[in-house]
């Protein structure tokens, strides 16, 4: 196997982790999916080819986490959740992905979420009804995030593709 080959599939396994990493907190996400166009771009041997993907599949990456970010952020805020909660929410996610395997991230980051906006305003239902309006904004963001690191993939395979066919 040559070192191309090698650099191609190692730079598509970490893709698919960064991916991942989109939906998975504890995995990273556009910033390995970023330096994977880069590793590609310098030693997968694709030219001008490498390049125009990187530049692409980067601009993808950062629009993804900037509107990723600002789209929660504006939520929250609009709601009036401190970061407090969301905080409290990813420690306890954290927590609760040791103790129940595979859904233990939500669940814990609900839980943690809620139980610090019940003690925030002394209210139930509106410690429901603001930690509903949480994880909405959390997944909105999170599936922002997600469509556009699929489109930095996506533009990689076609760079990939282009490589292999004109190279």
């Known amino acids: 196997m040559n070192v191309e080959i090698l650099v191609t599939v190692l730079c598509g396994l970490a893709i698919l982790v960064g991916v991942?990493?989109?939906?998975?907190?504890?995995?990273?996400?556009g910033f390995l999916i970023a330096l994977s166009l880069l590793a590609w771009a310098?030693?997968?041997?694709?030219?001008?080819?490498?390049?125009?993907?990187?530049?692409?599949?980067?601009?993808?990456?950062?629009?993804?986490?900037?509107?990723?970010?600002?789209?929660?952020?504006?939520?929250?805020?609009?709601?009036?959740?401190?970061?407090?909660?969301?905080?409290?929410?990813?420690?306890?996610g954290?927590?609760?992905?040791?103790?129940?395997?595979?859904?233990?991230?939500?669940?814990?980051?609900?839980?943690?979420?809620?139980?610090?906006?019940?003690?925030?305003?002394?209210?139930?239902?509106v410690a429901v009804r603001t930690s509903i309006a949480a994880l909405k904004a959390t997944g909105l963001g999170i599936l922002v995030e997600f469509g556009l690191a699929c489109l930095a993939a996506s533009t990689w395979v076609i760079g990939v593709w282009v490589n292999v066919a004109t190279g």
């Open 20 to 29: 991942a990493g989109t939906v998975i907190p504890v995995l990273p996400g």
């Open 42 to 92: 310098i030693w997968g041997r694709a030219g001008a080819t490498g390049w125009v993907v990187f530049g692409i599949g980067l601009v993808f990456v950062l629009v993804g986490m900037a509107a990723s970010a600002v789209l929660t952020g504006r939520k929250l805020r609009e709601h009036r959740i401190p970061n407090r909660s969301v905080g409290i929410g990813l420690v306890v």
């Open 94 to 125: 954290v927590v609760g992905m040791f103790v129940i395997p595979v859904v233990g991230l939500v669940v814990g980051f609900a839980v943690g979420l809620l139980l610090s906006e019940v003690q925030r305003t002394r209210n139930f239902p």
